[in-house]
């Protein structure tokens, strides 16, 4: 099947409906001429049988007419001018008397048309317009008269008329499509400057921009949507290069710890006690190695979660307590004061997994980065058919300009400050991430050396995701 570009296509489409419109046109132009040309001729055979009835008389039961000489003067006269034919039947139908123009030719009746009805017929090799009306004198029908003209100069004049229609029509159609198609490839210019800038850009070069075009027309917003679209390409692979390139590091720093200590565990014999602490260390560093890639796997996943959300009830109070309970050890550690205060149990429809995992970074950080002996205050209440979920700390806290980058991957506030505070700087990322997938309200507030507070917003019925 013939594929025909685009700007054809829009010529193509431009001329049909153009070329609709002017057929219309034509035939209404063509239909009006018909109808005038066809309205004078018949006006004229009226007028003809009007002046013919007005002009026989009955003498000795048939047929004569009052002025024979007049008769035969005028139609011999008029047989160039305005072709009239003339001729009177008796009641059974044959010839009376002829206009002499119709020398050896004769008009016929038709039966199938009513009387007083015109009709387009033949008389020999030409075309004619008839009509038949009946003979009365004195109230009674003697016969019939039959006038025709000729459609000779009708037909010819319509026919010049159509054909020199049609070879416009053509001509027309010609000109339109190369107009159409020349225009047409102005209007998508900007078309062509997509299908350009889009083979110039790869992953290596997404700096460049379609050029907007000066009317702001839809292929301005176009392209407009185009170039936001790929700013948002850019910033997403530059985040991808920048998390790549953090998680590549955070991964080779455990590994080379791990391998710099088994390498000086076997350049010489060493004590039980030796090995033990040195092997402790690297089980240690080989945990840490888990946890991130187990965070990294998390976070990989956000593409598609959405598909995979499983909604069903959740119970916070015992989402909480659990979580507590896996940081127990720290807590009794580090002597961390823990309250939790639920005036009822709180129940939402969410995904489990993902709102314990929310639960347990926010609850983790508030523990590690409180001070020996602090306090850390978990609150649920509810407001309207809201559950809120409010957890404070009384930590080192965080910088008001890191409040916004403390949600990017691998970014650690404050870490210079407490090098004895280990992470990787994900666990706010995949909080950020999972609560805008949940549509649960995030918000952090925190002040250097006050403590850090921590707002969560659940709708009690999960929304349509």
């Known amino acids: 099947m013939l594929q025909l570009s685009f700007k054809n ?19 209404v132009i063509y239909s009006i001429v018909k109808h005038t040309v066809y309205s004078h001729i018949d006006d004229n055979i009226h007028v003809e049988i009007q002046n013919h009835l007005d002009e026989i008389k009955e003498e000795g039961g048939k047929v004569i007419l009052i002025d024979e000489e007049e008769w035969n003067e005028r139609e011999h006269n008029t047989v160039d001018v305005n072709p009239v034919f003339v001729e009177f039947l008796d009641l059974n139908k044959k010839i009376i008397e002829k206009a002499p123009n119709l020398k050896t030719e004769t008009l016929q009746f038709n039966d199938s048309v009513e009387d007083f009805e015109l009709f387009d017929t033949r008389m020999g090799d030409h075309a004619i317009r008839q009509i038949q009306v009946p003979l009365h004198l004195k109230g009674k029908k003697i016969g019939y008269v039959l006038v025709a003209m000729s459609l000779a100069d009708s037909k010819m004049v319509l026919n010049n008329l159509f054909d020199i229609m049609c070879l416009s029509f053509l001509g027309i159609l010609l000109l339109l499509f190369f107009v159409a198609r020349f225009f047409a490839g102005r209007s998508i210019k900007p078309i062509n400057a997509i299908i350009n800038t889009s083979k110039i850009i790869t992953k290596d070069n997404l700096k460049t921009r379609i050029p907007l075009p000066k009317t702001r027309d839809e292929l301005h917003i176009l392209s407009k949507t185009i170039n936001n679209l790929l700013n948002r390409i850019e910033d997403a692979i530059e985040r991808e290069k920048q998390f790549t390139s953090d998680a590549s590091h955070e991964l080779r720093t455990p590994l080379t710890v791990i391998k710099g200590t088994l390498e000086v565990l076997i350049r010489k014999p060493r004590d039980n006690k030796e090995y033990e602490e040195k092997i402790n260390y690297c089980i240690k560093e080989v945990d840490h190695l888990n946890t991130l890639v187990d965070q990294l796997l998390l976070m990989a996943r956000f593409e598609n979660q959405k598909k995979n959300i499983k909604a069903e009830s959740v119970y916070l109070n015992a989402v909480i307590l659990d979580v507590l309970k896996l940081n127990s050890d720290k807590i009794n550690t580090r002597k961390i004061n823990i309250k939790f205060d639920a005036q009822e149990d709180y129940y939402i429809q969410s995904d489990n997994f993902l709102v314990i995992t929310i639960l347990r970074n926010i609850i983790s950080n508030a523990i590690k980065y409180s001070n020996t002996q602090g306090e850390v205050s978990i609150l649920l209440s509810k407001q309207s058919e809201k559950i809120i979920c409010k ?7 965080i910088a008001k300009q890191d409040l916004e980058a403390i949600f990017n991957p691998f970014f650690r506030s404050n870490s210079t400050d407490h090098p004895e505070i280990k992470g990787n700087g994900l666990g706010l990322s995949i909080v950020k991430r999972i609560t805008e997938l949940l549509h649960i309200k995030f918000k952090i507030e925190s002040e250097i050396g006050v403590g850090t507070t921590v707002l969560l917003n659940f709708n009690e019925n999960m929304k349509s995701l």
């Open 9 to 27: 296509r829009i010529a193509l489409n431009y001329i049909i409906t153009t070329g609709l419109l002017i057929l219309v046109v034509f035939s």
């Open 391 to 397: 957890i404070s700390d009384n930590g080192i806290g």
